[in-house]
């Protein structure tokens, strides 16, 4: 059976920083494309990052850029989501996804971080980011 689990969530000062981790079970893990979501009160779930199965390529959404950085060890089957310089508006539950290799949409060599895009969710972990 499938299965992705989040864990590292917490409230955070702005500015500060968390680890977010994805650990998965079930499938094998370096066959599938992950990605990282995140939805905030009243808004759409959001695509915040993914990373390709080989670990190779990586893509991010504009706001996160440059403060956020995803990462896999696929001898653990996990996947990472390094964020720092938090701000308010990075508040929500963050989830993590994932969608076969040979199923995912493949842009200029990155993965699509598109919602529609993912098979597989997490329950989510969240994050507040609150002084």
């Known amino acids: 059976q499938l299965q992705l689990v989040e864990s590292g969530g917490g409230l955070v000062q702005p500015g500060g920083s968390l680890r977010l981790s994805c650990a998965a079970s079930g499938f094998t893990w370096d066959a599938y494309a992950i990605g990282w979501f995140r939805q905030a009160p009243g808004k759409e779930r959001e695509g915040v990052s993914c990373?390709?199965?080989?670990?190779?390529?990586?893509n991010y959404t504009n706001s996160v850029k440059g403060r956020f950085t995803i990462s896999r060890d696929n001898a653990k089957n996990t996947v990472y989501l390094q964020m720092n310089s938090l701000k308010p508006e990075d508040t929500a539950v963050y989830y993590c996804?994932?969608?076969?290799?040979?199923?995912?949409?493949?842009?200029?060599?990155?993965?699509?971080?598109?919602?529609?895009?993912?098979?597989?969710w997490g329950q989510g972990t969240q994050v507040t980011v609150s002084s």
């Open positions: 990373i390709r199965n080989s670990g190779g390529s990586t």
């Open positions: 996804a994932a969608d076969p290799a040979d199923d995912i949409t493949i842009v200029q060599d990155m993965c699509d971080i598109s919602p529609d895009e993912y098979d597989y």
